[in-house]
């Protein structure tokens, strides 16, 4: 897999950019924006620099911060776009308590996002300009045509075997995924099908997952009996999502990775629910 190195330089310059600008009440595109141009910073270093050079790791130092802080907020801009997709939202008082608990932490969350930027932004932002340099100029230089080859050859190997999908392992091979899918797009020689599976299975994966951290916020702010309605009608969905997710998942793997599953354990799936 040849690297492009436009593709390798991108995700630093976007990233440096955001650092920049973010406000400190960011609005939803922008901090999806910013967690996404994050994870793509982390996929490109582990596909140009696997060995994790001194360079790297100080880069990564101050970057990973910023994505699990944007991450917290983009969970709440989620969740609470889940719960107004009900249909019955307006009419529920529950749902409207649920929506203003989700809110106030996202607002707690944007707040310690905004530190986070405004502590790491000078220097994060001298790293990437360094480091985008270093990374487009030996890409170009060092690498050639074998450049990104082992990142994502061990990724598919992981992929390939692992085990059985369900609620205990599926979020982590959603990140797998992920990561894979990064590395493909910074060649223009990779299949563009395959990225296109592996974008539809995550996303499908991660509706789950929304669902799922919605159910464990709710069964803390709502009433079990007085709620039980919307509880149940929560767990509901996430028993479905999870079927859809995981039968997407292993047409992903049949076809790409040579896994087909195990159909013993697909009884499983749906008895594990319950307790995520």
């Known amino acids: 897999m040849k690297l492009q190195p436009d593709q390798v330089e991108k995700p630093l310059l976007k990233l440096r950019k955001q650092l920049k600008a973010l406000s400190s009440n960011p609005r939803p595109a922008d901090v999806h ?33 910023v994505r699990k802080a944007a991450g917290k907020v983009r969970d709440m801009d989620v969740l609470i776009g889940d719960v107004l997709t009900l249909a019955d939202y307006h009419g529920s008082e529950s749902l ?9 932490m996202r607002v707690k969350h ?11 932004r000078v220097e994060a932002r001298k790293q990437l300009k360094q480091s985008s340099k270093m990374l487009k100029k030996a890409v170009k230089k060092d690498w050639g ?20 999908l369900n609620a205990g392992n599926l979020h982590m091979f959603r990140i797998q995924i992920k990561e894979l899918r990064y590395m493909l797009q910074l060649s223009d020689e990779s299949d563009q099908a395959l990225i296109g599976s592996l974008g539809a299975v995550k996303d ?5 997952h929304d669902w799922v ?18 509880l149940e009608r929560l767990q509901e969905i996430v028993n479905e999502r999870l079927e859809s997710a995981v039968a997407a998942a292993n047409q992903l793997r049949e076809r790409y990775f040579n896994r087909a599953p195990n159909a013993r354990e697909d009884k499983r799936v749906l008895q594990m629910a319950a307790s995520f």
Do not use: C, M
């Open 96 to 104: 409207v308590r649920l929506v203003e608990h989700l809110a106030r």
């Open 204 to 208: 499908a994966i991660g509706e789950w």
């Open 145 to 164: 045509d074998r450049s990104g080859e082992a990142a994502p050859q061990i990724l598919f190997s992981e992929l390939g075997y692992w085990p059985d």
């Open 213 to 230: 951290e919605l159910l464990r916020i709710a069964k803390k702010v709502l009433d079990a009996e007085a709620d039980g309605g919307n």
């Open 33 to 65: 924006s910013l967690r996404t141009q994050a994870r793509r910073l982390e996929a490109t270093v582990a596909a140009v620099a696997p060995d994790r050079n001194k360079a790297s790791r100080r880069l990564l130092k101050l970057i990973t911060p």
């Open 110 to 120: 944007a707040r310690k996002l905004h530190d986070v930027v405004e502590q790491q």
